[in-house]
Each structure stands twice: as structure tokens, then as C-alpha cells.
């Protein structure tokens, strides 16, 4: 198959959907891989690596679409991006179609196949989603100490204090893979953590993994009230998978909050799980409502291109080799793929997207068969 992997053309998104490393195994698999000149540059590999790898180096984006059987990326393909899809190819990237209704009508429209790496599932795991989500937990932290700085509009509160001083107190909402990075994010640099969670096993194994350390706390609209009362930052961090987050902080709970309080919202690529939260970028990365400053970045992994790219290809790799050995037909012989599978040839096939934006749907293994 030939495998085409354009650059990223997001605003301030340096990562790439294959590394040389990465190429080097579909390369062995017996793929033909086709690379944007330039597409490796956020993560240190230029064109010479590419093609040391065994890649056939393109000269723009357009040549890539247009001759590939198959398109790896890492984030949503954006509007000049879906127009070059087309029925019969392959898309494998990130899609949080559920509060994007333009795209998802794109990518209808086009008749791609398109694989979303958020939803791909094994076991009762999200595979390709946990790495960005253990990155953006750890930056979460990184950026709220940053947007409590003074002089950024925060409250002035060291994350961890100093003896004599109390530390800030950080509330964590939801204790998946991104509450979880994100508390021991916070514990290491010694800050109050508290954790708040609906599953009760979930809650046993957070006591049990940081030994104590965090709070740990049922979610209720009292406890949630409670904790976001004395927080001086908030995560949130929920997930539905595939679906919009749910939104656990509304505006009129902002007055509940101690002024400058921060919010980071790691859920904003599915829409976000405060009511008030709209997404930003690394160029202007917060914003105030009511006097509270919200940090909603939906590239947060971008930042760190290197890390990220890295520990993505990691996961991707012996999924983007499935498609790439069988195509369509490997999806079907993959369950985990099959959960993955959001759109094909002009059907809706995932039915949280469904749900989330009042459309309609038919299940993946059906959609797959009949083609």
C-alpha cells in the first residue's frame, strides 16, 4: 500500500504521524511510503532521515493526497485537507468528530475511511488515546503553574509553597489516564490533590497508587461544589469516549471559586467539560470569564513535539500496519480498529458522534460488510 504522511498544518502543530523509525517498519511490512518535505522538522528529522528510512520525500501536501492509498496524521485534517480526501482512501488520525459537525459533514462527503485513533479500543483500553492523554496530563500541571504566575493574570501561588506556607490546593476531575498523570504531576511538585471520580474501583486504585497522598473524592454536584470552592486549580479532565464531555462546571459555579482561580481543560477537544470553555491556542493559551482563567488549548501535546510524536508512534504503529497490510479488510479482522471506525464511504459510523450532533448512523461491522 501506498502510506502518505502530510506535514500538520494546525495552527502550532509540530508533530508528525510517522516517525523514520516508524517508516522503516511499513517500509519492511513492504509499503511504499510517501513524506511532505518538511513534515518531520518540529521533531528534529528532516527530509535526509525520511529518506535514509526508505521514504519517497514529496514535494508538497497536495502530490501526498493525491497519490496515497492511505493518510497518516496526528490531528484532525482541517478544511483544505478533507477537500483532498476521497472514496477508497484510508484516514488514520486523531478525529474528535463529536463537537466538530463541519468536519464530520467533510468527511462524509469526501467517502474517505476514516479510522479515529481516540476510539480504537483494546480491551476495555483506549490504546492510542492514553499516550497524548499521560502527555497532557503532565502538562496540565506545567500550564496551570504557568497560568497561576502573577504576571500572567494568576494568583500568585507557588504550585508546591515553601515551609511556613501552604501549597495550592489542585482539583482534579476525573481519574483516567489524564487525572491520573496529572496528580502525580501535582504530588511531585508538592501540591493539595484532590481527585474526583465515579467509579468507586477507580477511586480504590488511585488510594491505592499514590499511597494517600491525594484525596480522593465520589463525583457529586455537592463534592464537586465543595472541592472547586477551596481549589486554587482545577483540571478537567473526563472523557466519554468518543462522545462531547460532559460539562461539570457551569458558569454559575464560577462564583463559587476563589478569585484567579485556574482551569485547565484537557477535555476541550471533545467540547470541553466546563460550560464556559472554548478552545485556544499555545499563542494565546487563556482567557477570564468572571474572574476566573481558563487554559483550554486543545494541542496540548503539540507543545512537546519531540515526546509526543515519540510515544504516539509508539501505540500506532501495530494498528497503521494493520490497515496498511489488509486495508479495509484489516479493519474487519481488527475489533479494535472496527471501534475506531467513525466514518466510511459517506456513512456515519460511530454512535457517540451520532448522538452528540442529532445524525444519523449505522453500526461499523454493518457498514464494513456491505462494501
Known sequence: MLVGVPKEIKKQEARVGLTPAAVREYVAHGHTVLVETGAGAGIGADDAAYAQAGAT???????????????????????????????????????????????????????????????????????????????????????????????????????????????????????????????????????????????LPRLRALDELFGGRVRTRFSTLDGIEEEIRQADVVIGSVLVPGASAPKLITRDMLALMKPRTVLVDVAIDQGGCFETSHATTHAEPTYEVDGIIHY????????????????????????????????????????????????????????????????????????????
Open 57 to 199: 520525500i514529496a514535494a508538497d501536501a497536495a502530490q501526498v493526497f493525491a497519490a496515497a492509498e492511505m493518510i497518516v496524521k496526528v490531528k484532525e485534517p482541517q478544511p483544505g485537507e478533507w477537500a483532498q480526501l476521497r472514496e477508497g482512501q484510508i484516514l488514520f488520525t486523531y478525529l474528535h468528530l463529536a463537537p466538530d459537525p463541519e468536519q464530520t459533514r467533510g468527511l462524509l462527503d469526501s467517502g474517505v475511511t476514516a479510522v479515529a485513533y481516540e476510539t480504537v479500543t483494546e480491551g476495555n483500553g483506549l490504546p492510542l488515546l492514553a499516550p497524548m492523554s499521560e502527555v497532557a496530563g503532565r502538562l496540565s500541571i506545567e500550564a496551570a503553574a504557568t497560568a497561576s504566575r502573577a504576571y500572567n493574570g494568576g494568583n500568585g501561588l507557588l504550585m508546591g509553597g515553601v515551609p511556613g506556607v501552604a501549597p495550592a490546593r489542585v482539583v482534579v476531575l476525573g481519574g483516567g489516564v489524564v487525572g491520573t498523570h496529572a496528580a502525580r504531576m501535582a504530588v511531585g511538585l508538592g501540591a493539595e490533590v484532590s481527585i474526583v471520580e465515579r467509579s
Open 296 to 371: 483550554c488549548v486543545a494541542n496540548m501535546p503539540g507543545s512537546v513535539p519531540r515526546t509526543s510524536s515519540h510515544a504516539l508512534n509508539n501505540a500506532t504503529l501495530p494498528y497503521g500496519l494493520a490497515l496498511a497490510d489488509g486495508g479495509v479488510g484489516g479493519i474487519v479482522k481488527n475489533a479494535g480498529l472496527v471501534s475506531g471506525l467513525s466514518v466510511h464511504r459517506g456513512q456515519l459510523t460511530s454512535a457517540p458522534v451520532a448522538k452528540s450532533l442529532g445524525l444519523n448512523h449505522i453500526d461499523a461491522a454493518t457498514a464494513l460488510n456491505a462494501r
